[in-house]
Nanobody
């Protein structure tokens, strides 16, 4: 069974950088996409970025375009997805989750799907 685990959260100052990792063990290649979501305090969860796990096609929410970079690497049946966060803003404070297995996959990876499998999250706090 696929297991997702996030790493790399922490406290960072505005303008700083952070890299999040999500390790997906026993990955099922038919899932096609992995994605990052976040839930700011007191707000609903929102999509951040997504990536096609058999290629390099990516998707970004407008709020992070030009600042965040999603990438992934594979070793056997383990996929590690990264989120490089640069020029971090206070509004980026949130619990960050990785997800895979989008429902009703239609050939493109984005965060508009409902995802079936989730990690437990890693907290990112931006403060000066």
């Amino acid at each position: 069974q696929v297991q997702l685990m996030e790493f790399g959260g922490g406290s960072v100052q505005p303008g700083g950088s952070l890299r999040l990792s999500c390790v997906a063990s026993n990955y099922v290649w038919g899932y096609n996409c992995m994605a990052w979501f976040r839930q700011p305090p007191g707000k609903q969860r929102e999509g951040v970025a997504a990536i096609y796990t058999s290629g390099t096609t990516t998707y970004y929410a407008d709020s992070v375009k030009g600042r965040f970079t999603i990438s992934q690497e594979q070793v056997g049946n383990t996929v590690t997805m990264y989120l490089q966060m640069n020029n971090i803003e206070p509004e980026d404070t949130a619990m960050y989750y990785c997800a895979t297995e989008p429902r009703g996959y239609r050939g493109d990876c984005h965060t508009g799907y409902e995802y079936n499998r989730w990690g437990q999250g890693t907290q990112v706090t931006v403060s000066s």
